[in-house]
């Protein structure tokens, strides 16, 4: 049975670790393949008990996540044959199109082994959730192919990208079937958001709730999280005296301009005086 609010119950409660958190994300699903299945299968809108074949090809958390701010945490599955990968995405950086055609590109181009047929290369799809409107559209789920553009005709199924806009969710009920409450429990930033989602008793996201506060509880995922708080710090102090440095630098190349153009000017003025004199001299001489 799901959590009850208490009756008049106000006020929220900021989730510390929102299932967003790239970190908690993959170690959620990388613990529980099943709740991962069921909810791919409600991404790509196929039942979930049409999928014969299901793998994680990425179960590592890769060590540069600790060094590289860029870095971002996806899970690679082969889904039926198929090269899928799921990425959750925050921030709009502004090319975040981009960035999700890249990785369809660099899945699409690592399937074809040395001597293959480009006609076995395996169909691709990048599924994203974003934290963010992206299209000019009411719609929370877009998909996009390659497209003929005046006939609208499919160059080829191998290409799909799909992306889940999780401002754009409305308020789920449990009438809704899955696909929206995954979505918000993406979306949840709240305490009280995730009771509303369990509130509605469906099995399967009071399981992946239980999931989420387990793994977001967890020694293993603090951890994981002080670690990259610490990398993170000791990259910002890192480039914080590089800078320093270079300032310190820049202004003893400046300093030492100045000074070079000072004595130069006043070496300058100095033959000028002397000129000056000189040619007083020669006239008090001419009187």
């Not at 950086?93 to 076995?120: M, T, V």
């Not at 979306?187 to 709730?209: G, L, N, S």
């Not at 506060?213 to 951890?223: Q, T």
Request: aromatic content about 8%.
């Amino acid at each position: 049975m799901g959590k009850k609010r208490a009756p008049g119950a106000k006020g929220t409660t900021k989730l510390e670790h929102r299932l967003t958190n790239d970190i908690l994300f993959k170690m959620v699903f990388q613990k529980h393949p099943d709740l991962l299945k069921r909810m791919v299968a409600e991404l790509l809108g196929i039942p979930r008990g049409s999928i014969a074949e299901f793998e994680i090809r990425n179960t590592e958390i890769p060590p540069d996540i600790f060094g590289d701010k860029f870095c971002r945490l996806d899970i690679n599955m082969t889904v039926d044959g198929q090269r899928v990968d799921l990425e959750v995405q925050v921030a709009d950086e502004h090319d975040y199109a981009e960035r999700s055609l890249y990785l369809w590109a660099r899945e699409y181009s690592s399937a074809l082994q040395s001597g293959g047929a480009y006609a076995k290369l395996p169909r691709v799809i990048v599924l994203s959730i974003v934290d963010f409107p992206m299209f000019d559209a009411e719609g929370f789920h877009s998909e996009f192919q390659p497209l003929e553009v005046k006939r609208g005709t499919p160059l080829t199924d191998r290409m799909s990208l799909h992306y889940f806009e999780l401002p754009k969710i409305p308020e789920p009920s449990a009438a809704d079937g899955e696909l929206k409450l995954w979505l918000a429990l993406f979306r949840a930033k709240t305490e009280e958001d995730i009771m509303k989602i369990e509130e509605m008793e469906v099995p399967v996201m009071e399981q992946a709730i239980g999931a989420y506060r387990a793994v977001s509880a967890s020694e293993e995922f603090r951890e994981l999280e002080r670690l990259r708080d610490l990398a993170r710090h000791n990259e910002a102090s890192a480039l914080a005296n590089a800078e320093r440095k270079a300032t310190e630098i820049a202004d003893a190349k400046w300093q030492g301009v100045v000074a070079d153009k000072d004595a130069k000017w006043q070496g300058v003025v100095a033959d000028k005086d002397a000129e000056i004199e000189r040619l007083r001299a020669q006239l008090g001489k001419g009187k």
